[in-house]
Structures are given as C-alpha cells and as structure tokens.
C-alpha cells in the first residue's frame, strides 16, 4: 500500500509540473490555432444539413460551408482550442 502512496504523490507532481509550463502539445495546439488551421477533419454526408444541426446547438463556425473545388468545406470551433473541419465530397 505505501508503494501506491508514493506513485499518486509522484504522479500529483509531474501533473504540478504541467500546469506550470505549457506543454510541447499545448503550444502547438496554441499554435494552430492561431493560425486559423484545423486539428482534425470529418467527411458528413450531406454538410448543410450538418452545418444547420451544429447551427442550433451553439456551434460557432469559423468558415462557412463553402465550395474549394472537389469539396465544400466548413471550419468551426470546438471550444476547447481546436478548430475542426467537416466536409463533404
């Protein structure tokens, strides 16, 4: 049981350590944020119906659905730091 002790102790430290200086993930995740860059992306059927849905649930949308050519692409943002892309083929 004492070893247990030691290893949440330990682990409570490095989390302490984090907090303290942003992590290599967290400036990139900064980073590409603002540069307006998406973190992940996700192909919907049919994006007005889904841009629409995401719409009415608070979703704020960084870009529109727009047409670029081969695919519509809309950007939005999760609130977490990430923007998000969804488009449609």
């Known amino acids: 049981m004492a070893d247990r002790g030691l290893a949440r102790g330990s682990r409570r430290r490095r989390a ?3 907090t303290e200086q942003p992590s290599s993930f967290y400036r990139v995740q900064q980073a590409l944020f603002e540069s307006g860059i998406p973190q992940a992306s996700f192909a919907v ?3 007005a119906k889904e841009h629409e849905r995401l719409l009415a649930e608070g979703v704020a949308f960084k870009m ?3 047409d670029v050519g081969g695919a ?7 609130s977490c ?7 449609q083929t």
């Open 72 to 78: 519509i692409v809309a950007v939005l943002d999760d």
């Open 81 to 87: 730091g990430n923007f998000v892309q969804i488009y």
């Open 64 to 66: 529109e659905p727009t």
């Open 16 to 18: 302490a350590s984090r």
């Open 45 to 47: 059927d049919d994006i």
